[in-house]
């Protein structure tokens, strides 16, 4: 049997790629395969006449450069804390972008390319959040522009509205390395900020996309099959706001048979908007 052709850098690439590997998280490769413990045990077999190649010190094949001393973490608890105050103290959304450029207290800001805070209109009557940047997103600085950002447009535009009409966030602002679902700790983090968040746009009607922002912001354990198409109630501390759960446009993408019960959401939701007095 002829055995198959050794994949090309460009392959490899593409693959890597593809698994939603497209980030380094060091600087220098590391040879995973280089064994310190051979060049000892093998010098010490003939010690009377150790060869040239034994007598040289042993290195790595890549050596890792030297790591350069970092700023200590915050506590969960500390950094928990740090985002709840921080949050409180933001007259504004652009005080809390601002605050968020240079929040330390989350990991995931050390990984991702920039952050993504908000699209679309501050002052808009509706509002989507959904759970965390993609890789489109950590480029651009702004959330929901690849695929799922092409669907949720003509969602948004399925109930007569554009980009310009709504304001669009996420609960995580910072993009988790290779798009895995980001911890619970994570979240409580950057939960006062998006909370912060939607108080100051104060939209008439909050709109969760997906399981994870419906749970973390409406307070339910329920899955979004239960959830979607029921009218809740989302607290600021200062007034209720109308919420509705929805699948999330990357999930529509997966799941296309579900996009009929999505567009019974939006219906319901246009209703809604078309009640409410601006």
Known sequence: MTPDPLPSAHQLLAFYLEAG????????????LHDPEVAPKEAAKNPA??????????RPAFAPAPAMPAEPMPSPDAAIASAREAARTAPSLEALRSLL????????KSTATRLVFADGNPKARIMFVGEAPGR????????FVGRSGKLLDRMIAAIGL?????????????????NRTPTPLETQICLPFIQ??????????????????TQTLLGTRDGIMKTRGRWLNYDTGTRSIRAMATFHPAYLLRSPSYKRMAWQDLRAIAKALAQTTP
Do not use: H, K, M
């Open 21 to 32: 590997v497209d980030c380094a998280l060091a600087e220098e490769p590391a040879n995973r």
């Open 49 to 58: 006449s150790p060869s040239l190649e034994q007598a040289r010190p042993v």
């Open 101 to 108: 450029e240079t929040f330390d207290g989350c990991a995931l």
């Open 136 to 143: 489109e997103e950590d480029i651009e600085g702004l959330p």
């Open 162 to 178: 554009d980009r310009n009409a709504a304001y669009i966030a996420n609960v995580i602002p910072w993009r988790p390395p290779g």
């Open 196 to 213: 912060r968040q939607i108080e100051l746009v104060d939209p008439d009607i909050l709109v969760t996309l997906g399981n994870p922002s």
